[in-house]
């Protein structure tokens, strides 16, 4: 017999949530099916989320924390364009591991980030870790402007990475029959390739 739950409420509920949507997906997330499968009355889950929405929008946020924590314990370099690759590679990395918490923050319709604002802080959070060490690049070049330059490098870069692991995590490429190999040389390919296009290596190398 499997030891009963003891955590909070609160915590059961947001781990069910997740259950849920990797089960069902996000269309069968409701509180009174949580509360269901919890064996609880169906207000209780109503005493920590007013909503649907309350709830949806913490899985969110506890995805963005969790991504964020990740790049943030990636390998660190001095060099800050070594160090962004090494964040480039945590990022794909968490998109091939994490599939669930990777879909409820890129291609999920979001509640209003207005009335959940910790949902809009670790979202936040999350494309700073990218922007400020393009900062830091920037800072370094004397020549160069430090903050929209930056802002639109990160979006560049956050764009690419997005479309190669929705890409690679979709039933489409399931298709292609593609070897874990051969996904990880894509990966490889696109990473040097992205800093061709920032200007960290010659376009030979990436040949």
């Known amino acids: 017999m499997a030891d009963p739950d003891t955590r909070p409420l609160k915590e059961r509920v947001v781990s069910e949530a997740f259950k849920v949507i990797a089960e069902a997906g996000v269309e069968a997330l409701s509180l009174r099916a949580i509360a269901k499968r919890l064996g609880v009355s169906h207000q209780a889950p109503y005493k920590h989320f007013p909503s649907r929405d309350h709830i949806l929008a913490e899985v969110v946020a506890r995805s963005f924390e969790t991504f964020s924590t990740h790049l943030e314990a990636r390998p660190r370099s001095e060099n800050g364009f070594e160090d962004l690759g090494f964040m480039g590679r945590a990022y794909l990395d968490f998109a091939m591991t994490h599939p669930l918490q990777y879909r409820l923050m890129f291609n999920t319709a979001l509640p209003d980030i207005d009335d959940h604002p910790n949902m809009l802080a670790m979202s936040q959070r999350a494309f700073s870790i990218l922007h400020e060490r393009l900062q830091t690049i ?4 004397p020549g160069g402007s430090i903050d929209q330059p930056a ?3 990160a979006m560049f870069i956050w764009a690419t990475l997005h479309g190669c692991c929705s890409i690679l995590n979709s039933d ?8 874990d190999q051969e996904k990880a040389n ?6 040097r390739r992205l800093s061709m296009a920032l200007g960290t ?5 990436c040949n």
Do not use: G, N, P, Y
């Open 138 to 141: 920037a800072l370094s070049d």
């Open 151 to 153: 802002k639109h490098d």
């Open 172 to 179: 489409v490429a399931k298709t292609l029959a593609l070897t």
């Open 186 to 191: 894509t990966m490889d390919r696109m990473m």
């Open 201 to 205: 290596i010659e376009a030979d190398s």
